[in-house]
Nanobody, 127 residues
Framework: QVQLVESGGGLVQAGDSLRLSCAAS????????MGWFRQAPGKEREFVAT????????YYADSVKGRFTISRVNAKNTVYLQMNSLKPEDTAVYYC????????????????????WGQGTQVTVSS
């Protein structure tokens, strides 16, 4: 079992930066591929970024590529999402998620690939 808690959200202006954190707890917390998703008002939840358990491979949605960076520090059981050059369309609740299989060399893009979810953190970008 893995428990996830996001933090770092807030209200910023367009062009600003934010760094989200996802603290994982549980005996195997650092052994799982992780992902970030977001859900804007009135829209379905969408994929943002993912990282393998080792941190060696990452993948991004086209809408955030070049602006967002996902990383992890397994010694701290924490995954980060550095968000630069924020736009109003980045406004959403951001969720981190963990894949159940340990030590997988893959990363995952679909919501259905993730078994553990945090409660979300709100990011609001004003124009």
């Amino acid at each position: 079992q893995v428990q996830l808690v996001e933090s770092g959200g807030g209200l910023v202006q367009a062009g600003d930066s934010l760094r989200l954190s996802c603290a994982a707890s549980g005996r195997t917390a650092s052994n799982h591929a992780m992902g970030w998703f977001r859900q804007a008002p009135g829209k379905e939840r969408e994929f943002v970024a993912t990282i393998t358990w080792s941190g060696l491979s990452t993948y991004y949605a086209d809408s955030v590529k070049g602006r967002f960076t996902i990383s992890r520090v397994n010694a701290k059981n924490t995954v980060y999402l550095q968000m630069n050059s924020l736009k109003p369309e980045d406004t959403a609740v951001y969720y981190c998620a963990a894949h159940s299989e340990q030590y997988s060399s893959r990363y995952y893009l679909a919501e259905s690939d993730y078994d553990y979810w945090g409660q979300g953190t709100q990011v609001t970008v004003s124009s």
